[in-house]
């Protein structure tokens, strides 16, 4: 990847000021609360479905490896539980003979069970032009396939660059269609599950990337917002790779680099906004790429539920944009729990 630094340093800046002016000018009004840190908290053996019948005794909430008490449980399941699902093909990121495939992939999916699903579902569509919702909620899965079979799924007009800045252009792209997303289906009550059927993002990260401050401050803000906006909204994300066994096993595995979490924009990289990162960092899941999309869709929704609701009061920050870890430990042997991976805490006001 050979290019002029100077004029790569430029353009990098230009195309991720669009991104974070994108980002800053979808993020929804800051909403009233308690100030605590609300969970979704999926609970799963070594194999099999996530368990359900654990009670609060059963879980200890470590917030930077220090205790916290639980100030609010719930379990919840049941095919009532409020769950929303947006399903996402992104055309940004994937051919035209992959996005064909997909579709029929998908289709099977909607069409299972006479198209009766368990939860309302939305789909919608990343392009160049950005994010369209091809279908509002519904649990009819066979009038969520009749609106994808009538959307002609164009191929990418990205023809103005190749190589290293056509990824940098289609990067900018998904963060923006993620964005305008999640502010759309933000106010939907409850749950919110996006599972993204995409190759995922180019990580644009490593030796050879050259970022100054400005940029490295431009994509620790990106991460917090991104991040609070998907805890605040519920938002867990899945990422299925369509791309199938094929894919070099480097560019499969890359993304789990940048999994621990930034504390500080010193650290930032643009593969910490990394689609396959976003959806582990949120609780959710990023399946090992293959050609069975449709199972690897029953994998996702399979995850979905039993789960649990906690809640939280956290420990005061020091300072703007605070880094705290979250990790929940499980007292029965065998069992692992999942959620935010962390979260950005602000000072209190009257500090």
Not at 99 to 105: E, V
Not at 130 to 156: C, H, K, P
Not at 207 to 223: E, N, T, Y
Not at 249 to 268: C, D, H, M, V, W
Request: glycine letters at 8%; aromatic letters at 8%.
């Amino acid at each position: 990847m050979l290019f002029n630094a100077r004029l790569g340093r430029f353009l990098l800046a230009t195309l991720l000021m669009g991104a974070a002016a994108s980002a800053q000018q979808s993020k929804p009004a800051a909403q009233p609360n308690d100030g605590r840190i609300n969970l979704d908290v999926v609970v799963t053996p070594k194999s099999g479905p996530p368990v359900g019948d654990l009670q609060e005794q059963d879980f200890t909430l470590l917030d930077n490896k220090t205790p916290r008490p639980i100030a609010y449980f719930k379990a919840v399941n049941g095919r009532h539980s409020a769950v929303e699902i947006v399903l996402v093909i992104d055309a940004i990121n994937a051919s035209y003979l992959n996005i064909s495939y997909q579709r029929s992939q998908i289709d099977k999916l909607l069409r299972a069970d006479e198209g009766r699903l368990t939860h309302p579902m939305a789909l919608a569509l990343f392009t160049d032009r950005g994010t369209q919702i091809l279908a509002d909620f519904s649990v009819d899965g066979n009038a969520l396939s009749a609106a994808l079979d009538r959307e002609d799924v164009a191929l990418r007009s990205l023809t103005r660059n190749s190589g290293f800045w056509g990824a940098t252009e289609r990067w900018q792209l998904s963060l923006s269609a993620l964005t305008d997303l999640l502010t759309a289906v933000e106010p939907e009550p409850g749950r919110k599950i996006v599972i993204c059927v995409s190759p995922g993002w180019p990580l644009l990260s490593g030796p050879r990337i050259d970022l100054d401050s400005q940029m490295l401050q431009k994509i620790f803000a990106d991460v917090v917002n991104l991040s609070t906006q998907m805890r605040e909204g519920r938002f867990t994300l899945y990422n299925v790779d369509p791309l199938g066994p094929g894919e070099p096993p480097l560019r499969a595995s890359y993304y789990e680099e940048f999994l621990p979490g930034i504390s500080k924009p010193n650290q930032a990289q643009i593969g910490d906004l990394g689609l396959q990162v976003l959806a582990v960092q949120s609780g959710g899941l990023a399946p090992t790429p293959g050609n069975d999309i449709t199972g690897a869709l029953h994998e996702c929704l399979a995850d979905i539920e039993p789960f649990y609701e906690i809640s939280f009061d956290p420990a005061p920050a020091d300072h703007p944009d605070e880094y705290h870890r979250l990790d929940i430990r499980i007292a029965r042997p065998g069992l692992t729990a999942r959620t935010k991976r962390g979260y950005y805490a602000q000072p209190s006001p009257l500090k």
